[in-house]
Nanobody
Framework: QVQLVESGGGLVQAGGSLRLSCAAS????????IGWFRQAPGKERDFVGD???????TYADSVKGRFTISRDNAKNSVYLQMNSLKPEDTAVYYC??????????????????WGQGTQVNVSS
């Protein structure tokens, strides 16, 4: 079972930036599609974005143009660069792996391994 560990969360003022990291424990990581989700208190866990094993990215409309996902397979890591942060971006952020490499991005059921999450707080 692959282990995913998120890091990089914290407190930032509106308009600021944070970079989250998702590190995996397996070398086969390069073949996985990786998604980012977030969950605010009392709300559903929502799709943020995804990076395919090929490098193709997809983003939710709410973060398009502000967030960027990248990956470094040599480091078994995926990154979520978040710019122009807003208070409504406050949530626990999770990375997740689609180990089959063939599931469509955007829905929770496409991913079969999850990290523990990292908290992001954006103050106004």
């Amino acid at each position: 079972q692959v282990q995913l560990v998120e890091s990089g969360g914290g407190l930032v003022q509106a308009g600021g930036s944070l970079r989250l990291s998702c590190a995996a424990s397996e070398r086969t990581f390069s073949r996985y599609n990786i998604g980012w989700f977030r969950q605010a208190p009392g709300k559903e866990r929502d799709f943020v974005g995804d990076i395919r094993w090929s490098g193709t990215t997809t983003y939710a409309d709410s973060v398009k143009g502000r967030f960027t996902i990248s990956r470094d397979n040599a480091k078994n890591s995926v990154y979520l660069q978040m710019n122009s942060l807003k208070p409504e971006d406050t949530a626990v952020y999770y990375c997740a792996a689609d180990r089959s490499g063939i599931m469509s991005p955007g829905t929770r059921r496409s991913y079969d391994a999850w990290g523990q999450g990292t908290q992001v707080n954006v103050s106004s």
